[in-house]
């Protein structure tokens, strides 16, 4: 049955099928309807940055932006779940069409630019939601809001989420938020990270809680930045890192009516790139942060080879909508 309906969403407008999927998720995670894709995996738990995680397989940001559907997602097996990206206010997005699928190459490309309904909605979700797991929460900036003043952005997402997160994934990588990967690199990055680092340890104390940072980087980065910002992830204190967001190249897909679209291409594609990053980054690391490890992953074969790169964990997005939840299973299994 669940092969049937996906095909079926598969066949239709990308946004509406999202929108479609998002609101059955969300009103049959806490009930038997969760019979059409829940499944039981044996357990394969893993300790990275002080938290358990019941398997290494998580979800993605980006398919769950205002934490509707967390149990949902629970009952398919993820070891943790991401949800997000939230931003201090509600917005629209980018002008539709935002996603476009390429399904002869098993990937997607979106500009859908952090559209979501602000944090707090995104904190009453969390607060309903039954899951017990690890999850994660990852946080942007509003679209008008200057680059000069993004830090007071984040700090705003933070304040709202720390209660509530297991873990906060600060999004510097998207390519769909004009100047939003500026952020990325040099001073900026310093003074962002800083300045999040002070505001999570002001939290731990209030809350009596620690949450760890993690930092999303983009896939289009050389060996130089790569290393630039390995060394400014571990002098700021960050807890972990995730590996990679959607690329802006477009030579993977060249000659797709799509290929020339706005956006960030993922998927199958991306996997080669997301993993040389990811190697690159584990030797400039040093081992001193544990690397999330995503981007392609659609096989027990590359989950094998991410693991190889230096990943601790990984995280699904497009291949999850292609494959659905047996995706989960084999690489649980890997």
């Not at 993690?214 to 571990?234: F, R």
Request: hydrophobic content about 40%; proline content about 5%; charged content about 20%.
């Amino acid at each position: 049955m669940y092969a049937i309906i996906q095909k079926l969403l598969l066949s239709c407008d990308p946004e509406w099928s999202h929108d479609v999927s998002i609101g059955f998720l969300k009103r049959s995670g806490g009930n038997l309807l969760n019979a059409l894709y829940s499944q039981n995996l044996p357990p394969k738990p893993v300790t990275c940055f002080g938290l358990e995680f019941k398997n290494p397989i998580g979800l993605a940001a980006g398919l769950d932006k205002n934490g509707e559907c967390i149990d949902a997602f629970e009952a398919m097996g993820f070891g943790f779940v991401e949800v997000g990206t939230v931003t201090p206010l509600a917005q629209a997005g980018n002008d539709k069409p935002r996603l476009f699928r390429l399904p002869e190459h098993q990937a997607i490309i979106n500009r859908m630019g952090f559209n979501n309904k602000g944090v707090d909605y995104l904190v009453e979700q969390v607060k309903r939601a039954n899951y017990k797991g690890v999850l994660g929460i990852n946080i942007g900036k509003n679209k008008q809001t200057p680059e000069e003043n993004a830090l007071s952005d984040y700090i705003s997402c933070l304040k709202k989420v720390h209660e509530h997160a297991s873990y906060v994934t600060i999004n510097i990588s998207s390519p769909n938020t004009p100047g939003l990967r500026n952020l990325q690199y040099g001073d900026s990055l310093k003074q962002l990270l800083g300045g999040l680092r002070a505001e999570t340890e002001a939290l731990k104390v209030a809350n009596g809680k620690h949450v760890p940072l993690l930092v999303k980087i983009a896939p289009d980065l050389d060996q130089a930045a790569i290393e630039q910002i390995a060394q400014t992830l571990i002098e700021s204190g960050m807890d972990g890192v995730i590996a990679t967001n959607t690329t802006l190249a477009r030579d993977s897909v060249a000659g797709h009516i799509h290929a020339n679209e706005m956006g960030g291409l993922s998927g199958k594609v991306l996997c080669q790139k997301s993993e040389s990053v990811t190697k690159a980054l584990h030797t400039a690391l040093d081992g001193k942060l544990p690397i999330v490890g995503v981007g392609g992953i659609s096989s027990a074969d590359d989950a094998k080879a991410r693991y190889d790169a230096g990943a601790s964990l990984l995280q699904v997005y497009s291949s999850f909508i292609y494959q659905g939840p047996p995706l989960i299973k084999a690489l649980v299994n890997a």
